[in-house]
């Protein structure tokens, strides 16, 4: 059974710092690993990842995927308060194409 | 601006009655997919369509069932609601072949009392 495991579940930090959110997996022919941010309502897209070891950036936002060690991370630096939301990690495996399967997702939330 | 758009953003229905969640996109999409969302749980695959009247049940299809007789509409039907199927539901649509460009609604949260 195809697998996305999110964490933390939840995190509480000091705008300006720095946050690593992770994402493990267990996917039969894996074909991409995608990164969503869901504020109050629709999860809205960040990145995917195909390839192992290339880093996506935008702005303070950074992921890298590592298909080796089933893994792959996001990075937000700089933390604002508009950055509070849910994280949703999803892979896409090769079989039954174009379904997503979600991780439990990453609560973040950014005091200021 | 492309939009999938969901029929309610809250719903309160009483158990036992047939409930009816409408999704609608305009963007031509092929795919269409109803997820639920729980706390700790994250999105649940409920069922999916490839097509016109098409539909491929998803990790948890129990209690519900869907209707897909326009390219553009997606119901979700749960035929007699009971108080576990409270939750956040929402609909999603991308083009054959691709997950790049699923695009989601804004979600309807149902609460079945």
């Known amino acids: 059974e195809d697998k996305v495991v999110q964490s933390p579940l939840s995190l509480v930090v000091h705008e300006g710092d720095t946050v690593t959110l992770n994402c493990s997996y267990e996917v039969t022919n894996f074909r991409s690993l995608l990164w969503y941010k869901q504020e109050k309502k629709a999860p809205t897209f960040l990145f995917m990842l195909t390839s192992s070891g290339i880093e996506k950036k935008s702005g303070r936002l950074s992921s890298i995927l590592d298909k080796k060690e089933l893994f792959s991370i996001l990075n937000i630096t700089a933390t604002q308060t508009g950055d509070s939301a849910i994280y949703l990690c999803a892979v896409s495996p090769l079989q039954g194409a174009q379904k997503l399967v979600f991780g439990q997702g990453t609560r973040l939330t950014i005091n200021p | 601006d492309v939009k999938v758009t969901q029929s309610s953003r809250y719903l309160v229905k009483r158990t036992g009655e047939k409930v009816f969640l409408e999704c609608v996109q305009d963007m031509d999409h092929e795919n269409m997919f109803w997820y639920r969302q729980d706390p700790g749980l994250g999105l649940r695959l409920i069922y999916f369509s490839y097509d016109v009247k098409m539909k491929e049940k998803g990790d948890i299809p129990e209690g519900y069932s869907v209707s897909r007789e326009k390219k553009e509409r997606f119901s979700l039907i749960l035929e007699s609601a009971s108080t576990n199927q409270t939750s956040m539901y929402l609909c999603?649509?991308?083009?054959?072949?691709?997950?790049?460009?699923?695009?989601f609604g804004s979600g309807t949260r149902l609460t079945v009392v």
């Open positions: 999603a649509s991308s083009l054959a072949g691709t997950v790049y460009g699923y695009t």
